[in-house]
């Protein structure tokens, strides 16, 4: 491999090739840019669309096709005056809502005032009552479908709703899935441009400090940017022709990790690349061995991201199946243009991108008397106690895991602002009124609908079900109101009551879906995921780390310590979302960072062990490469103080860009961007360089068993110690 890669390098950097490279990414990129601009648009933010085909609520849909259209978005206007709403009021209302049936894309069956639901009621229809008892809070119900492009269309339709739905002196908020479906887009919206744009100003910050050099900085994130919008290309074209299932989340994350990753991969090629420029006169040379060296340490670090990511697939959830893929794109053509790209780039400026300080030829290499190199003369003394204490104090951070509620979030606890629909569920519930968007869509055999429907005369919280429709092949549906917020804990329970009922009525073949029957699905579906790929993450990145470092001992050492770093992390950011967050009021709305999502342990999880063990592939590649001339122990030390400094800031760029997801006003990836930069950051300053170096020097020559590396007595170390990667 080393032999193959540094063939293509020194063809890659050489004199005339370096400008085919160059010229060949300007030309890919032109082709991909214009499609990553396009990614919003094959976007899928409808939740239903995530599950799995043999999810209830999945079938469910599939049963009432042409019967009630997917495309649906039942949407509410909800006006309140704190004296009480007036006749006037209420006449207004009746006019706005001949306005609303009007807007394009609200379905024929128009818009409903609380005086023509009362009307309707008077005649025996089954209407729910759109005005509170206090007659404080009333709502318009209709329904918008622009077909498959609601997503699109939904926050102008939204903007013209809000226009006219005016009334001095009182209230008035978008609620239901339309609201709900406004508010997501304007959560998301600009996600392909500011948060790159943020993510960038933070990485340049940390690249200035790094490099302490005003114009260094400017190959890496030129790089990484030829990454994003190729990547981004990629994903779009398999989202649009494969099938590839993309959300908002997918595409912030994508920009986040490429970038993060991409910087990560740059510091350690420039590391080599400035200690080669001290060796070799001519810079196509340098660059030549800087890729033979650093080249594999990324290529396994890259593979094993990419790896972890699609062991995604294996979700039921199509939203996380289908984030694996679109990451590993994302990393693997990272890779890919920090070892073709960004190579060009540096041997085409030359040494004067390393103003002010130039490595030139024959120029003193720094010395291993830094900070990590102190740091391990601390530790060599007495590692056992070391890295015993250092375990401890990770299982005690381990302990916040028990204040850990991945329940999920209620509508009120899913963003980090108090959106328009928002304020207007609360008022619904606080003023005693159901949300008629959200209700149970019950399917079963027409013979036996009528005993179903009585089945669920007892549970509370559910309203009377409405009008039995024949929907073909003996089968007949209805619907009744789900009397809380379409994603609590309490709409849940009324779910599993109904599920129980019905499913109790022998021969009815009865199913049911509906909103809150979706996410109570989608919990299901990430519960389980979380169970299965979890282990299989564990075993594929062991067998990939057993295979690179060709040894048993070695691989089960640092699977443990990214395990319990990841334990820490997560019980550490737990204490912080429950007693920070929430206490002090960091976020506008903080009801949220007292759960999490379902999906969040497994997220978090596969993020810190497939970055995570990256820094301990940097290190370990280089222990082994060391422990050939002067032993483990002597081997891991060089390893720590010639490697740390690059790796501490690789760290710091991940875990900075990772924290840019709190710029977004959704609290999954607020608690997302904490976890994954606090577990990074743990992994660089205390995993990787205490409580790994602790261990190796330790247990010395036994960590490669059961190859025979490092089995001869242990060679004296020379008294200078080499200090870059």
């Known amino acids: 491999m080393s032999a193959c890669i540094d063939k293509v390098a020194g063809k890659l950097t050489g004199p005339v090739t370096k400008w085919i490279v160059l010229v060949g990414a300007i030309v890919l990129v032109g082709i991909m840019a214009p499609l990553n601009g396009k990614l919003i648009d094959v976007q899928n933010n409808e939740a239903s669309s995530w599950l799995p085909g043999s999810a209830e609520s999945t079938k469910v849909v599939e049963e009432l096709t042409g019967t009630v259209d997917p495309n649906d978005i039942p949407t509410l206007v909800v006006y309140h005056r704190a004296s009480g709403l007036t006749d006037a009021d209420l006449a207004a209302m009746d006019a706005d809502a001949q306005e609303i049936a009007e807007i394009k894309g609200v379905t024929d069956e128009g818009a409903f005032s609380p005086n023509q639901a009362k009307a309707l009621a008077a005649t025996g229809a089954k209407i729910p009552p759109l005005l509170s008892e206090d007659g404080k809070v009333a709502f318009i119900a209709f329904t918008f479908n622009f077909g498959k492009n609601g997503w699109q269309d939904i926050p102008d339709a939204a903007k013209d709703v809000r226009k006219l739905s005016k009334i001095d002196g009182v209230d008035v908020h978008l609620a239901g899935f339309g609201g709900q479906a406004s508010d997501a887009s304007e959560a998301f919206e600009g996600i392909d441009t500011n948060l790159i744009f943020a993510t960038l100003l933070v990485v340049i910050i940390i690249l200035?400090?790094?490099?302490?050099?005003?114009?260094?900085?400017l190959l890496p994130i030129i790089s990484a940017g030829f990454s994003y919008m190729i990547s981004g290309g990629v994903v779009y074209l398999l989202a649009k022709y494969a099938d590839l299932t993309v959300n908002g989340q997918s595409q912030s994350i994508l920009g986040i990790l490429v970038i993060g990753a991409g910087t990560d991969y740059a510091l350690l090629l420039i590391a080599?690349?400035?200690?080669?420029?001290?060796?070799?006169?001519?810079?196509?040379?340098?660059?030549?061995?800087?890729?033979?060296?650093?080249?594999?340490?990324?290529?396994?670090?890259?593979?094993?991201?990419?790896?972890?990511?699609?062991?995604?697939?294996?979700?039921?959830?199509?939203?996380?199946?289908?984030?694996?893929?679109?990451?590993?794109?994302?990393v693997g053509v990272t890779y890919l243009i920090m070892v073709t790209l960004l190579p060009a780039l540096l041997v085409i400026v030359g040494r004067w991108i390393f103003w002010p300080k130039r490595p030139t030829f024959g120029s003193e290499e720094p010395t291993g008397s830094?900070?990590?190199?102190?740091?391990?003369?601390r530790i060599k003394p007495r590692p056992r106690m070391v890295w015993g204490i250092t375990t401890a104090i990770l299982v005690i951070a381990c302990l916040g895991l028990f204040k850990l509620d991945p329940s999920g979030f209620s509508t009120e606890e899913t963003y980090t602002k108090k959106f328009d629909s928002i304020q207007g569920q609360a008022l619904l519930v606080d003023h005693g009124l159901s949300d008629t968007s959200n209700t149970v869509q019950i399917v079963a055999d027409t013979d036996k609908v009528a005993d179903v429907a009585s089945s669920l005369s007892g549970i509370k919280g559910l309203g009377d079900p409405t009008e039995v429709q024949d929907i073909g092949k003996g089968r007949s549906y209805f619907e009744a109101t789900v009397n809380a917020d379409i994603s609590s804990t309490k709409a849940f329970d009324l779910v599993e009551d109904t599920r129980d009922a019905v499913h109790d009525v022998d021969g009815a073949g009865a199913l049911v879906g509906g909103g809150s029957a979706f996410y109570l699905d989608t919990k299901i579906a990430s519960e389980r995921d979380n169970k299965v790929i979890i282990p299989i993450v564990l075993v594929v990145v062991f067998l990939i780390l057993v295979l690179l470092l060709r040894a048993l001992v070695a691989p089960l050492i640092l699977m443990a310590t990214v395990v319990l770093s990841f334990g820490a992390a997560l019980g550490i950011s737990t204490l912080l979302f429950t007693e920070v967050f929430t206490r002090l009021g960091v976020f506008e709305s903080n009801e949220g960072f007292a759960h999490v999502d379902p999906g969040f342990p497994l997220f978090t999880f596969v993020f810190l062990v497939a970055l995570g063990i990256d820094y301990n592939i940097f290190l370990m590649t280089r222990v082994r490469e060391e422990t050939a001339n002067v032993g483990t122990r002597a081997g891991s030390l060089i390893a720590l103080s010639s490697t740390g400094g690059v790796i501490t800031s690789a760290g710091l760029v991940l875990a900075a860009t990772f924290l840019v997801l709190g710029s977004l006003p959704l609290v999954f990836l607020a608690q997302l961007g904490v976890a994954v930069a606090l577990g990074v950051l743990l992994d660089t300053m205390i995993v990787r360089s205490v409580l790994v170096t602790a261990l190796n020097l330790d247990l010395g020559g036994k960590i490669w068993w059961p190859s025979k590396l490092d089995r001869d007595p242990v060679v004296t170390a020379p008294e200078e110690t080499p200090a870059t990667v």
């Open 370 to 377: 830094g900070l990590w190199a102190r740091v391990g003369a």
């Open 272 to 330: 080599r690349y400035r200690e080669e420029l001290r060796n070799h006169e001519d810079r196509h040379e340098a660059m030549a061995f800087a890729l033979h060296r650093a080249a594999p340490a990324i290529l396994a670090s890259a593979a094993t991201v990419v790896i972890g990511m699609l062991c995604l697939v294996f979700a039921d959830l199509n939203s996380t199946a289908g984030l694996g893929p679109v990451l590993a794109v994302g």
């Open 208 to 217: 200035l400090f790094t490099y302490r050099s005003p114009i260094l900085w």
